[in-house]
T-cell receptor, first 111, second 113 residues
């Protein structure tokens, strides 16, 4: 079952902040965040691991609540380049390398 | 430069024809994946392979086939049995182990008429 992302879409002005949420009904081992520009491949942003370890982008932060099986991606002081669709990919403990992706959150940053 | 290549970028086929999409990586990754993306939708896993000569079905494997004869290559064949083959197809690879991030190729947009 795929994770649920919210909101489905958000429009910001440059400099504003946004939070994108990702919820799963399964116990999670890790959460991966990607950004995809229209017609392009998704680009890795951040990975959050069970136990609190994080790897990823300098200007983007995220949290992972293991008990609630939820993750949030925090975009602060948004720039025009942040526009795109954000996907979370979740990995359960018994899924090996496989990720299950959410439906995506479309973010548009306007001048 | 290390990376993943997919070819061609755009592909047009007639209904009833099989078509093979290429995916090559020089990142020395053990695991490779194929995803399908429909307009405005997320990524759905078709097949994945964690090691040469071994692969497993993902969520939507019906109408697709793969092979993994070399570590670097993971071609996907869209067969005539796939009822709605028109989509954006993305290949990805990762290190072994549950913490490896996936790196994606540029994708192939397949249109079947």
């Amino acid at each position: 079952q795929q994770p649920v992302q919210s909101p489905q879409a958000v429009i910001l002005r440059e400099g504003e902040d946004a939070v994108i949420n990702c919820s799963s009904s399964k116990a999670l081992y890790s959460v991966h965040w990607y950004r995809q520009k229209h017609g392009e491949a998704p680009v890795f942003l951040m990975i959050l691991l069970k136990g609190g370890e994080q790897k990823g982008h300098d200007k983007i932060s995220a949290s992972f609540n293991e008990k609630k099986q939820q993750s949030s991606l925090y975009l602060t002081a948004s720039q025009l380049s942040y526009s795109g669709t954000y996907f979370c990919g979740t990995r359960s403990g018994n899924a090996g390398n496989m990720l299950t992706f959410g439906g995506g959150t479309r973010l548009m940053v306007k001048p | 430069d290390g990376g993943i290549t997919q070819s061609p970028k755009y592909l047009f086929r007639k209904e009833g024809q099989n078509v093979t999409l290429s995916c090559e990586q020089n990142l020395n990754h053990d695991a490779m994946y194929w995803y399908r993306q429909d307009p405005g939708q997320g990524l759905r896993l078709i097949y994945y392979s964690q090691i040469v000569n071994d692969f497993q079905k993902g969520d939507i494997a019906e109408g697709y086939s793969v092979s993994r004869e070399k570590k670097e290559s993971f071609p996907l064949t869209v067969t005539s049995a796939q009822k709605n083959p028109t989509a954006f197809y993305l290949c990805a690879s990762s290190r072994s182990g549950a913490t490896g991030e996936q790196y994606f190729g540029p994708g192939t947009r397949l249109t079947v008429t």
